[in-house]
């Protein structure tokens, strides 16, 4: 791991420490929401700069990328990036939350269901598809979220949205529970997986178990424990991401220094380039900037200097 690259976004001053800068990876129990996560952290690393790249479920366990410092201003690039997750899902058994933290809707029996039933079933939500979010969601409708409406009875009308599953695979089959590993881009809901499955068979799902093991090339592996904020700095020091690091499934252009006076003014600069679409403009190993390249025109929009 490489150490922890610390900047100052005030100036120098004799004797000062630059303040944190980075990304921590946090391996999130079940239980804590990702904001007391956040709030755990900002404790623990005595700084308000702290935000999180996209909310696990409070059940859910597993990666949570927290930005540090000026490293918050990358959050958007990190929350649209692939997500990994193990998941188990229990036929035969439907809930209204669609996972075992919710009230039972429906039991059907799962007595005769193959492992091949089970594959051609998920085989109709690989790829990009049309998903409908959950009723228990952040999704807002009319300005108000459809859990808030949900937990008051109202009715919850969400249209289905595209989402992209790239890998939906059986790791164990022990009905009436399902393993899988899933992979997917930005915005799916495993909970709907485990619905749409049931849905599909008949027999009804909902999920017992989820983890993420990975966001975009970051893994849930080396990640700091909860416990490990509150008693462990040395780990902290020894996870977190350089910034630079983070945004490693972004094209990177390194600059000279005439690009880099340009870039600090933001200028545009012209670079012989196929990248298109948000890059990560670079200078002796720090990130200087994010920029929108295109057609070899490179323009910043964010500065990091």
Not at 48 to 70: K, M, N, Q, Y
Not at 93 to 98: A, I, K, N, P
Not at 155 to 178: G, K, M, S, W
Request: charged letters at 25%; proline letters at 6%; glycine letters at 10%.
């Amino acid at each position: 791991m490489q150490p922890i690259r610390m900047f100052s976004t005030t100036g120098s001053m004799a004797g000062a420490e630059p303040p944190l800068e980075g990304v921590l990876p946090i391996d999130k129990p079940a239980g804590p929401t990702s904001h007391d996560m956040v709030a755990r952290t900002r404790r623990a690393l005595g700084t308000r700069r702290v935000g999180h790249t996209g909310t696990l479920d409070p059940f859910a366990s597993g990666l949570l990328l927290l930005c540090i410092g000026r490293a918050t201003r990358i959050a958007e690039y990190l929350s649209g990036m692939d997500k990994r997750y193990s998941a188990v899902v229990r036929l035969g058994v439907s809930t209204d939350t669609l996972d075992a933290s919710g009230t039972v809707t429906a039991e059907h029996d799962t007595t005769g269901l193959t492992r091949d039933a089970v594959e051609n079933a998920l085989a109709l939500q690989r790829g990009n598809i049309l998903q409908l979010p959950p009723a228990y969601s952040a999704k807002k409708i009319r300005g108000e979220r459809a859990y808030a409406l949900a937990r008051q009875g109202r009715e919850v009308d969400l249209e289905p949205v595209p989402v992209t599953i790239h890998d939906l695979t059986i790791t164990r089959f022990e009905l009436p529970d399902v393993h899988l590993d899933v992979t997917c881009g930005s915005g799916t809901y495993i909970r709907a997986i485990a619905r749409d499955l049931g849905d599909a068979l008949g027999v009804g799902a909902h999920l017992t178990a989820l983890r993420r093991t990975a966001v975009g090339p970051h893994s849930v592996h080396g990640a700091v424990t909860a416990d490990e904020l509150d008693t462990r700095p040395d780990r902290i020091t020894e996870a977190m991401i350089p910034t630079l690091d983070a945004l490693g499934a972004m094209p990177h252009i390194a600059l000279s220094d005439d690009d880099v006076a340009h870039i600090r003014h933001g200028r545009a600069i012209v670079r012989d380039t196929d990248a298109s679409g948000a890059v990560a403009l670079e200078a002796g190993g720090e990130l200087v900037a994010i920029a929108e390249a295109d057609a070899g025109r490179i323009r910043p929009r964010k500065v990091f200097l």
